[in-house]
């Protein structure tokens, strides 16, 4: 292991450590439960997003199967811990492996066709979500369409009480999930993904094996989508084909990833965080009333209106996402995330930390989204504007680090 | 000694044929060549020796290993390296990091740390070390085909072929290059060039290939060629004939 690998790896573990004794502290600290529940939820989505992202983010392949390995892991607790008996424990290294298999089926079928890139890709991982879900309604070995009640698993209850257990279980695969990330894209194997982003022709002509990292990486993200799927099943709990296979978890990784930011590791942190606090938030906001209670708006509708018109803003505005925008101007979003919270404190005294988070982040956001692009340009106006001698065009200005 | 030999070379696209059965050598330490009209089969034939296309028919040899089977990256790592003739950068990247990507993958295999460490020597050998951290997107034609022979020599290898590298390059950029292939060749690199403008070839190759319609039809020290009849006829004068 050479010296980064291992600063990054004591990074990891001393804060997935220090996360471990949460739980152990909500008595003296106070903090409602509810917390760690909501803390496993993100740990659940930081887990898919990496996943997701270490595969298509890097490599420039756009897989909808997301689905369908979160839907595999999901399902193998259904089988294997629900209905066969196995503990939580042992089903889910299973459960990641057959994700895994699922992946590298898939993969050595297509990316052995060069006639199944780009738009075509994204289909056929999209239609093999479908025959996994239509496989398992019709097979009732698995489902046979009548949905799975998970609640006689065996859990793992060394590890706490279920709110500690799931908080802690979700801290183990998000954090090998994004440490795996981390570590593949500072790798040979990111090396290989970036420059198949690029041209993978090229690629392969400067000595990247191009099939056997494509296989790797869409094996990996397989493997960690099929694990955290595995852990999920315990939080759903009652467990039906129409929920696990729908479009919710492609969907959401994928903005999550691109309103991060796909290039670096952080970008799905930071957009998981972001998408899942704030869709929380609408879940449980109280309805709006307007114009003296006459009419009601229900946030709780918003919330795919929302998603929808970030997503929207995110491909016409965001190329390459707010992690980047994060490291260049870290004072103006972290300024612009406590006048967002001193705002909230202001307008809504009750609010809830999480709350007041969100109104934070989305000062941030705001901040953050307008690339850096304009605003060199809207510099470059003022200074026009504001005295004749100024240079008019700056060249470079947009590569600049 | 033979570096690279191929024998009965076929490659068709659909109902054409744009190779019919090109057979040649080269030798350590040449520079071949390959001269012929537009769509006579040049870029084809670089295609399927350095493992960008595969061939329909046809065996290739590359320091005494039977390579027709093997994959692109493999023949990389072996010592067959090509640029270009539209440069194709990484275009995310940065000049530095187009380099790092041939030591982390060719012959040399460094670790990404010490690869974009050592990338900045080729990148000074192309006269590009102080475009070493901008995006590609800001060097000019001339500077991005520079940066291609940096990529390509990089992982030190045994024949490099050059596609129409000074295609697109006003008269003192072409000068430049030229000294610059001579600079590659005493690297002791074989080469295989690809051009159109005669006067370089002529003054570069030791030795050339002319092809006209996917068949060689001379072959040979570069004056003799260039004095063949049919050499004549394939650049001047066939479609007056035909019409």
């Keep these: 292991m050479n010296r980064p690998t291992v600063v990054r790896l004591t990074g990891f573990s001393v804060l997935a450590l220090a996360l471990w004794f949460l739980p152990a502290l909500q008595g003296p600290l106070g903090f409602p439960i509810f917390y760690l529940l909501f803390g496993y939820s993100l740990l659940f989505w930081f887990a898919q997003a990496s996943s997701w992202n270490m595969f298509t983010g890097f490599s420039g392949y756009f897989s909808f199967g997301q689905g369908a390995f979160y839907g595999v892991g999901v399902y193998t607790t259904g089988v294997l811990a629900s209905k066969q008996g196995w503990p939580l424990i042992a089903a889910i290294p299973v459960a990641g492996v057959l994700a895994a298999v699922l992946g590298l089926s898939l993969g050595f079928v297509v990316f052995r066709l060069r006639r199944l890139q780009g738009e075509i890709f994204a289909l056929v991982t999209l239609a093999v979500a479908f025959v996994v879900a239509a496989i398992a309604r019709v097979s009732s070995t698995i489902d046979g369409g009548s949905g799975i009640a998970l609640n006689n698993v065996q859990l793992p209850e060394f590890l706490g009480a279920y709110p500690s257990m799931m908080f802690r279980l979700g801290l183990i695969i998000a954090t090998v999930t994004i440490f795996a990330a981390a570590t593949i894209q500072h790798s040979r194997l990111g090396w290989g993904l970036f420059s198949i982003n690029d041209d993978e022709a090229v690629a392969e002509s400067l000595g990247v094996p191009t099939f056997r990292h494509k296989m790797m990486a869409f094996g990996l993200s397989a493997f960690f989508a099929g694990l955290s799927g595995a852990v999920h099943a315990i939080q759903i709990s009652y467990i039906t084909i129409e929920d696990v296979f729908s479009i919710r978890i492609p969907l959401f990784v994928i903005v999550m990833s691109v309103l991060g930011g796909m290039r670096h590791w952080m970008g799905p942190i930071v957009g998981a965080t972001i998408i899942h606090t704030l869709t929380d938030r609408l879940n449980r906001a109280s309805d709006l009333e307007l114009f003296g209670g006459n009419v009601t708006v229900s946030l709780d509708h918003l919330n795919d209106i929302i998603i929808g018109l970030l997503l929207i803003l995110m491909v016409l505005a965001v190329k390459d996402g707010l992690w980047p925008r994060l490291v260049r101007r870290k004072w103006v979003g972290a300024g612009a995330f406590i006048v967002g919270i001193l705002v909230a404190r202001l307008w809504a005294p009750e609010m809830s930390l999480i709350g007041q988070f969100v109104a934070g982040e989305l000062g941030a956001v705001v901040i953050l989204l307008p690339s850096s692009e304009v605003i060199d340009r809207w510099r470059n106006w003022r200074s026009t504007t504001g005295s004749p001698d100024a240079p008019s065009d700056r060249p470079g200005v947009g590569a600049s680090r | ?243």
């Design chain 2, 1 to 243: 000694m033979k570096l690279l030999q191929f024998d009965g070379i076929h490659k068709r696209f659909g109902g054409v044929a744009a190779l019919g059965g090109v057979s040649g050598t080269l030798e350590e330490g040449e520079i071949l060549g390959l001269v012929g009209p537009n769509g006579s089969g040049k870029s084809t034939l670089i295609n399927i020796l350095s493992g960008f296309a595969e061939p329909n028919e046809g065996q290739i040899t590359f320091a005494g290993v039977d390579v027709t089977d093997t994959e692109a990256h493999h023949r990389f790592e072996a010592g067959i390296a090509r640029t270009y003739q539209i440069p194709r950068p990484f275009s995310s990247m940065t000049a530095r990091n187009n380099v790092a990507v041939s030591l982390i993958f060719g012959k040399t295999k460094l670790h990404p740390s010490d690869a974009t460490d050592r990338a900045l020597q080729w990148l000074d050998f192309a006269g590009l070390a102080g475009f070493a951290d901008q995006s590609v997107s800001e060097l000019n034609l001339h500077q991005l085909k520079y940066l291609e022979l940096a990529r390509a020599l990089a992982s030190e290898p045994r024949v490099l072929f050059l596609d129409e590298v000074l295609a697109g390059l006003n008269p003192t950029e072409i000068e430049e290059s030229i000294l610059m292939i001579r600079r590659i060749h005493d690297l002791g690199i074989s080469l295989v060039i690809v051009e159109h403008v005669l006067r370089v070839v002529n003054a570069l190759s030791t030795r050339i290939m002319a092809l006209n319609q996917g068949l060689v039809i001379a072959e040979g020290a570069p004056e003799d060629v260039m004095k063949d009849p049919e050499v004549v006829r394939a650049y001047l004068g066939s479609r007056w004939k035909h019409a």
